[in-house]
């Protein structure tokens, strides 16, 4: 069984920072492209960022860019680290994994999908 499962989101002050994971199973996590995406309240879901395979280069979305860095074991678990966090990145996150070269932040080109996990920055 394929599943992605998000784990480390929570509640923090802006500035602050939390650790994102990502574990996977059921598939080949080294031969995947990861992404990681969110939806805030009333909005639409938006790419965050993504790592391809096999060089491992990574893309960051405009807003994060300097903030979040994606990272992986190189086993089963990918991360997110967020720092500096503002009121704006509130949202559900979800990592996705991808088995071609996918266009980074469209959803649609993945293949697995987590359920999220909701991230809160106060202010």
């Known amino acids: 069984e394929v599943r992605l499962v998000e784990s480390g989101g929570g509640l923090v002050q802006a500035g602050g920072s939390l650790r994102l994971s990502c574990e996977a199973s059921?598939?080949?996590?080294?031969?995947?492209?990861i992404g990681w995406f969110r939806r805030a309240p009333g909005k639409g879901r938006e790419g965050v960022g993504c790592?391809?395979?096999?060089?491992?280069?990574k893309y960051y979305e405009d807003s994060v860019k300097g903030r979040f860095t994606i990272s992986t074991d190189n086993a089963k678990t990918a991360f997110l680290q967020m720092n500096n966090l503002k009121p704006e990145d509130t949202a559900v996150y979800y990592c996705?994994?991808?088995?071609?070269?996918?266009?980074?932040?469209?959803?649609?080109?993945?293949?697995?999908w987590g359920q999220g996990t909701q991230v809160t920055v106060s202010e």
């Open positions: 996705t994994a991808g088995r071609l070269p996918v266009a980074c932040g469209d959803w649609n080109s993945y293949d697995y």
């Open positions: 790592l391809s395979r096999p060089d491992g280069d």
């Open positions: 059921g598939f080949t996590f080294g031969d995947y492209f």
